[in-house]
């Protein structure tokens, strides 16, 4: 999606932006581009919030968080060992990193994803993430 570009295009500052399509939002199948609120109206919607949907929970035709990581192991087996690297992704996607990572859950079950964090991470050989840090909090320039 053109907001991942753009914040990537911003943080890179003239750099070189790869583009990789394995990086895509999660599916939300039915719920796609539908407001939570309409949703949860909705009975036959079936709706969750979304960052409950761990494991292999997932929306009506939609994608779970364990084929997420799935169609990211390839690219995560790539990076591993080729540097420190900045990876814009989306929110749910990052969530299930850091969930196989090891990441605290809040009360409800869910890793939480604040906006505006940079959430540091090391990758093992075979890619799998492990040793998720404290999220750096990233302040907008003067």
Request: aromatic content about 4%; glycine content about 8%.
């Amino acid at each position: 999606l053109s907001r991942a570009r753009e914040t990537a295009e911003t943080l890179a500052r003239g750099r070189t932006v790869a583009l990789d399509a394995r990086l895509v939002e999660r599916s939300w199948g039915t719920w796609e581009g539908q407001r939570a609120a309409d949703l949860a109206a909705d009975p036959k919607a079936g709706f969750v919030p979304t960052h409950r949907l761990t494991g292999e929970a997932r929306a009506p035709g939609g994608e779970s968080e364990t084929e997420v990581l799935r169609r990211l192991a390839p690219f995560l087996a790539e990076r591993a060992g080729r540097g420190p690297a900045v990876i814009v992704t989306h929110k749910a996607v990052m969530r299930a990193v850091l969930a196989a990572a090891g990441a605290p859950l809040c009360e409800d079950g869910a890793v939480s994803i604040r906006r505006a964090r940079l959430y540091p991470l090391s990758l093992a050989p075979d890619g799998t993430p492990s040793a998720p840090q404290a999220p750096v909090r990233l302040v907008p320039r003067p």
